[in-house]
DNA sequence: TACGCGTGGTC
DNA sequence: TGACCAAGCGT
């Protein structure tokens, strides 16, 4: 059984829950754990298609794991967080080789496999083998915070613990997988960022939030760091046969792993764009044509972006971090390019 | 412990 | 329109 806390979650989700998203509908520990890994940092409304598109390629764990990892990020392309399609194409290689295919039920387990925390471990075993396990997202840290009038940002580790601690003590020894998605659904619609609806809810009257008449105030706000500016050049590259010249990034970093456009030599000023350079690669093509600058914000910079399109006879030099490839429009979108470099080629 | 890591929605 | 943030994790 469980506390009125969770009694009164568990009866609001039986009338207002969320039950008809994509990954409800078979929950397999593999459906769970790809949705799970999606949603993390990212909206419901966002995953949803990137959900379908990757279960009808990879249907199980095993078609996972057998897939070029340039397939499997291609197929996540304008997610962000790259890592995640990384850590989840290594796990699914773990799964097959250390647990035949079949997704351990521990969340001790699940949480050493790359991509799972504490968080994702207890989703997935909640969510998949109905396993008394604590959640604490996103949404549980708001509904709790509120409850309890927990002050402070959950990013500090003496927040999160108390925190972590209330919601192992709500979560109830019976209907683990309703009342895990209950406290999420709560958060997504009730228990809302701003303006939230406490006249619907059913544990405002247990609420501290509430009873001090500032639910927003809770959790406490992330302290605001100053973004870092950066400025780069990248290279719009055109052969005589319409093919680019894309460079695959490193794995680690932003866009680790992606394909991206090759950056200009950083010694490279605006005004001097040279007619003739030292080159690291010799590209000979016809007209120089300056594209607009442009600024992209990121989460935690802005990044200037100096699309140079190289079209005169000239050759410039590549600040090198992976290897160099020629392709056409077509196969670059497909093969999967972040959101900003695939407006540029769009262009 | 604090930071790096994407993108799109919201106001 | 820029700031803030969303089903966190790895280092």
């Given amino acids: 059984m469980g506390d009125w806390f969770s009694q009164q979650l568990l009866d609001w989700y ?12 078979d929950r397999s520990a593999y459906r769970v754990w790809v949705s799970e890994i999606m949603l993390q940092q990212t909206q419901v409304t966002t995953v949803i298609p990137y959900f379908e598109r990757f279960m009808e390629r990879f249907p199980s764990v095993h078609d996972l794991a057998s897939a070029a990892r340039e397939e499997v990020l291609g197929y996540w392309s304008g997610l962000g967080y790259y890592a995640r399609a990384r850590n989840l194409h290594a796990a699914a290689i773990e799964v097959v080789e250390r647990f035949e295919g079949e997704f351990p039920q521990d969340p ?8 799972i925390g504490r968080s994702t471990a207890a989703a997935i075993a909640a969510q998949a083998f109905d396993q008394r396990a604590a959640i604490l997202d996103g949404n549980a840290k708001r509904v709790l915070a509120r409850y309890h009038g927990v002050e402070g940002w959950p990013g500090k580790t003496a927040v999160a613990n108390e925190l972590w601690d209330h ?22 619609m009730v228990c809302t960022r701003r303006n939230p609806a406490c006249a619907s809810c ?23 760091k100053e973004k870092p500016e950066k400025t780069l050049w990248m290279l719009l590259i055109e052969d005589g046969e319409g093919r680019l010249l894309l460079e695959e990034r490193p794995p680690t970093g932003i866009w680790g792993g992606l ?6 030599d950083p010694a490279l000023q605006p005004e001097e764009v040279p007619d003739h ?8 093509t016809n007209m120089p044509d300056s594209l607009e600058p442009f600024r992209h914000t990121f ?3 802005h990044l200037w972006i100096r699309p140079l399109r190289l079209s005169a006879r000239r050759t410039i030099s590549i600040q090198e971090h992976g290897r160099l490839r020629w392709l056409t429009r077509e196969q670059a979108l497909e093969a999967g390019l972040p959101a900003p470099i695939r407006g540029l080629i769009r262009q």
């Fill in 14 to 25: 039986d009338r207002h829950g969320r039950k008809e998203l994509p990954w409800h509908r």
């Fill in 108 to 115: 001790e387990q699940l949480q050493s496999l790359p991509g």
């Fill in 167 to 188: 919601a192992e003590e709500h979560t109830p020894h019976e209907r683990i997988r309703d009342y895990t998605q209950a406290i999420m659904d709560l958060g997504a």
């Fill in 202 to 224: 059913p544990v405002r009257t247990g609420c501290i939030g509430y009873a001090r008449n500032d639910p927003e105030a809770y959790p406490g706000r992330k302290p605001k």
């Fill in 259 to 264: 394909l991206s456009l090759p950056e200009a």
């Fill in 277 to 284: 350079c030292e080159s690291a690669l010799g590209v000979e």
């Fill in 299 to 301: 989460s935690h910079y």
